[in-house]
């Protein structure tokens, strides 16, 4: 038997197709009623050519949600489609960036093999395939003389950040997204002015696109005038597909080495919560001391090298200080338009499949894939207490609305979500079992998942992973259900404009 859901769904597509034909014979019917022959050739031949883009579509490698959005786009506006595609929708990485990210990588990632003791001491056997999935999908090693420490907010970030900075003796790299003046820049920067005067090396690369507006005019200048090596990436330039789309959305602040902090937050006084914006601003991060370090040096490294043509010498980054004693397995990866093997995606996917007890999400953004979704859904049908934490005050609102299109589903097989009252969740975390948790940069979304450069840590075996487990019952608890029974109220009308944002979402 249907639920109200199938039904729905059911007479939604039933109308689609309708409006869909009827669209089409009108077209053609005003060509033939109002124009020339010659102009009902041309039609014909627009029509002919997004067939070709139709097919051109279905044979890539995409998601079915993304092809899908794409063939609507193409098949009611093929004019307008058809450009759009070649310019957007292709997302093909030109061949020579292609090949000079290669190169970097030949001397960069995969210089470092499989750490073959840590990874045959995991008794665990399903705990040592997530570990071995992520190392074949990114190409770094599993570390275990590593201590971990979770940052639950952003105030605890800077600190951190700062405390680890004041401590520096040889370098300090940081690759933010976003980059603002206020409160908290003015203290990074007064912090790493006093090292670089000390002769420490700094290297700071900030996101072009993500701080065109942010980022303080003199920022350059300044580090210039201090001995701060600081570069754009991807810089505007003629090719807006590149600059729009392949964006630097990475947050980390290595020292010496030995020490790192990374995740979700960026540069601003948001992010501290010294600025208002949406309510409470809710962010999370972790601090990393040890060797797992190692392959976030070679993850900035690489992309600094990439982006300047410079030629790094890697092992000159690593740290020189005797190892951290601790037994908890991490596992620092990123993501990039430049690795068809899309290892974020597939490392969530293979942990939504191992989930046997609970799933717990926080993410500003749930724009989801088929194949994620599906993965949700089976965790959930399968008896996996699976919640969801997103913002109760959005930034976004057309986003926002986005992200409540999805909740019918997975609130109809048992799926719970959550909107932190408070303000916005902008953390990007995941843990389940009392085993696994993942904290980094990655948004559940399309842009974070196909298009932008990104990082995550994955942790096992540790205190951090039942910290970060704490901290979302918090979050559950100060924030508001969503009812399944909520959303059957929703009108027809409103109904049908969340679909039409669900077709719509690989597109934003």
Not at 214 to 243: E, G, M, R, V, W
Not at 262 to 283: L, P
Not at 357 to 385: E, K
Request: hydrophobic share 45%; glycine share 6%; aromatic share 12%.
């Amino acid at each position: 038997m249907k639920s109200s859901s199938d039904h729905f769904q059911s007479l939604f597509r039933f109308l689609v197709n309708i409006v869909l034909i009827l669209l089409q014979l009108s077209i053609i019917g005003l060509i033939i009623l109002q124009f020339s022959e010659d102009a009902l050739y041309g039609y014909w031949l627009v029509e002919g050519v997004a067939v070709l883009v139709v097919l051109n579509i279905v044979y890539r490698k995409k998601t079915a949600a993304y092809k899908i959005s794409w063939i609507i786009f193409v098949l009611i506006l093929p004019a307008v489609g058809i450009v759009l595609y070649f310019i957007w929708g292709r997302h093909r990485v030109p061949k020579k960036f292609q090949k000079r990210w290669d190169i970097v990588n030949q001397r960069t990632f995969l210089t470092i093999p499989q750490n073959q003791a840590v990874f045959e001491s995991i008794d665990d056997k399903g705990i040592k395939k997530q570990v071995e999935l992520v190392h074949r999908l990114g190409d770094l090693p599993v570390w275990n003389n590593t201590k971990s420490k979770y940052l639950k907010l952003g105030e605890e970030m800077h600190r951190a950040n700062l405390q680890a900075i004041k401590s520096a003796e040889k370098f300090i790299f940081l690759e933010y997204f976003i980059v603002t003046g206020g409160k908290m820049y003015d203290e990074l920067m007064a912090a790493l002015y006093e090292k670089a005067a000390a002769g420490v090396e700094i290297r700071m690369m900030v996101d072009e696109m993500g701080s065109l507006s942010t980022l303080p005019k003199d920022f350059y200048k300044n580090c210039a005038a201090h001995q701060i090596n600081s570069i754009p990436y991807n810089p505007l330039s003629p090719s807006l597909f590149k600059f729009i789309s392949f964006r630097d959305h990475r947050k980390m602040t290595i020292v010496d080495g030995r020490v790192a902090i990374t995740g979700g937050i960026n540069i601003g006084d948001e992010y501290i919560n010294e600025k208002v914006r949406f309510g409470h601003w809710k962010d999370m991060a972790i601090r990393l001391e040890g060797e797992a370090v190692f392959s976030l040096t070679t993850m900035f490294i690489n992309m600094w090298d990439y982006s300047t043509g410079e030629v790094s010498q890697l092992e000159d980054f690593k740290a020189t200080t005797a190892p951290v004693a601790a037994n908890e397995l991490v596992m620092p990866f990123c993501d990039g338009p430049m690795n068809p093997r899309n290892p974020a995606a597939n490392i969530y996917m293979k942990i939504f499949a191992n989930a046997k007890d609970y799933l717990y999400i926080t993410t500003p953004y749930l724009i989801l894939d088929t194949d994620l979704t599906n993965c949700i859904l089976l965790a959930a049908r399968s008896g996996v207490d699976v919640r969801i934490i997103t913002p109760g005050i959005p930034d976004k609102k057309l986003v926002y609305a986005t992200t409540r299109a999805f909740y019918g589903d997975l609130l109809a097989e048992g799926v719970r979500i959550y909107e932190y009252a408070p303000g916005f969740v902008h953390g990007k975390v995941m843990v389940t079992d009392d085993q696994v948790a993942i904290v980094g940069s990655i948004n559940m979304d399309y842009r974070s998942l196909i298009w932008n450069y990104e990082c995550g840590t994955w942790i096992s075996g540790s205190q951090t992973v039942l910290d970060i487990k704490a901290d979302l019952l918090e979050c559950i608890a100060v924030s508001r259900e969503v009812c399944y029974a909520e959303w059957e109220k929703i009108s027809f009308v409103k109904k049908v404009g969340q679909a039409v944002l669900r077709i719509m979402a690989p597109l934003m």
